[in-house]
């Protein structure tokens, strides 16, 4: 692939998530758009009566701000990147704009240590009351890497210290037997996906160990580390039943880049050889497995149908979840979050799953693939917030890889 051709048309994907999904007035990267004809806009987001009244859920899954702590995690990752490749002095304010969003979606809460899934552009503070692990599991591993960059500022790196100790203070008073070891919500009930210790699966079980070692590594309390080492082996034991199976059963790569974040995370900061060998060795069996969504990607791309009319959630079917804490949780098949969505994400969470992983290389025509994969994709189509995880893609590809 020639290498102009592929970084004109990842400037594109840039463009795309900077110029449709970013907004300039939160500093938030914001789920899907909606729209006809390329006209596409926000008009789906959330009034402040329906967050406050938790509909159509607890979370705001489905309705354009479910994702944003996600979605500038990844962000994150490719500015860093980019500019350990470039030295390029403007990403020094991008990433300072971005970090902004995210470290608001982490201080908006009156409840020290709540990660909030984005925050509303009505009013600038309205939220959902339920995170998750996965919202954790991005700032957790991003706050750390930006921490650990040439990009950081003194004050960001204090702002980073402040927020993973309230994560860890958090984790301390929530997780424990009464609350299902659960984070709870901003109303004090344990949350939906944000159980940390017990019956998880085994791409979940590093997510606690990972908030405590993430604010140890930043702070060097050592009642952090301790914390860490009280659930270090219990964790391992779970995620080293890992199989092909294990991961084939899965259609989200999601799950599995999260796992590959909490290891990474874990990995760089474990002072201890035998632990950071048994790391090591879940991220290459990890990484061996999730290449197989970018092939299936770049064969069926040419086959993706892509919507010329986009309705928001409002507009969609929904259905019953079930009833949590005694209120009925609603979701919705928003047109947006389709397979085109799906496909797209999967393949660009696959590619950095591997990249991130020490001493992974693809071969030479895996390489090819992930290069067509990326030059291929219809980033000026996108209504969905995919274009940011094949930005992420694609620098974190030329650093490790290249």
């Not at 998750?132 to 890497?145: P, V």
């Not at 344990?190 to 159980?195: L, N, Q």
């Not at 019953?320 to 397979?339: F, K, P, T």
């Not at 030059?375 to 590809?397: L, M, R, S």
Request: a negative charge; glycine letters at 6%; hydrophobic letters at 35%.
């Amino acid at each position: 692939m020639d290498e102009k051709l592929l970084r004109d048309r990842m400037d594109t994907a840039w463009s795309v998530v900077m110029n449709r999904f970013y907004r300039k007035d939160m500093k938030l990267i914001y789920d899907y758009v909606t729209g006809k004809d390329g006209e596409w806009g926000f008009d789906h987001l959330p009034t402040l009566e329906e967050i406050n009244a938790n509909v159509p859920n607890e979370a705001g899954w489905g309705t354009g701000m479910e994702d944003c702590t996600l979605n500038g995690g990844s962000m994150i990752e490719a500015i860093i990147a980019r500019y350990e490749i470039t030295g390029e002095e403007h990403l020094r304010a991008e990433i300072s704009d971005i970090f902004d969003g995210f470290y608001k979606n982490a201080t908006i809460s009156e409840d020290e240590g709540f990660l909030a899934r984005s925050v509303s552009p009505l009013d600038s503070s309205s939220h959902y009351i339920n995170s998750s692990r996965d919202q954790y599991t991005h700032w957790l591993y991003m706050g750390t890497k930006l921490y650990n960059s040439k990009l950081a500022t003194d004050e960001q790196k204090q702002k980073i210290r402040e927020v993973l100790a309230s994560f860890a203070k958090k984790a301390d008073r929530d997780v424990i037997p009464e609350n299902n070891y659960a984070l709870l919500r901003e109303d004090g009930k344990p949350g939906t996906y944000c159980e940390m210790y017990g019956n998880l699966g085994i791409h979940e079980c590093h997510r606690g160990p990972m908030i405590y070692m993430a604010a140890y590594a930043v702070t060097k309390d050592g009642h952090w580390l301790d914390m860490y080492r009280k659930y270090r082996d219990w964790a391992l034991e779970r995620a080293e039943k890992i199989s092909d199976d294990t991961v084939n059963r899965e259609k989200f790569c999601y799950l599995f880049l999260q796992m590959q974040y909490s290891l990474r995370l874990l990995y760089d900061h474990e002072e201890e050889p035998e632990y950071k060998a048994r790391y090591y060795k879940l991220m290459q069996k990890v990484s061996t497995v999730a290449y197989k969504h970018v092939r299936a990607a770049e064969e069926g791309m040419d086959k993706l149908q892509f919507k010329t009319e986009v309705r928001g959630w409002r507009g969609s079917p929904a259905y019953l979840i079930e009833m949590r804490h005694g209120v009925a949780c609603y979701s919705h098949q928003v047109e947006a979050i389709d397979d085109v969505f799906r496909i797209m994400r999967n393949a660009a969470e696959a590619i950095i799953i591997g990249c991130i992983c020490p001493d992974f290389k693809y071969s030479a025509e895996e390489c090819e693939t992930i290069e067509r994969f990326l030059y291929k994709a219809q980033y000026e189509k996108a209504y969905c917030y995919w274009p940011v995880q094949c930005v992420a893609a694609y620098w974190t590809y030329l650093l490790y890889q290249k």
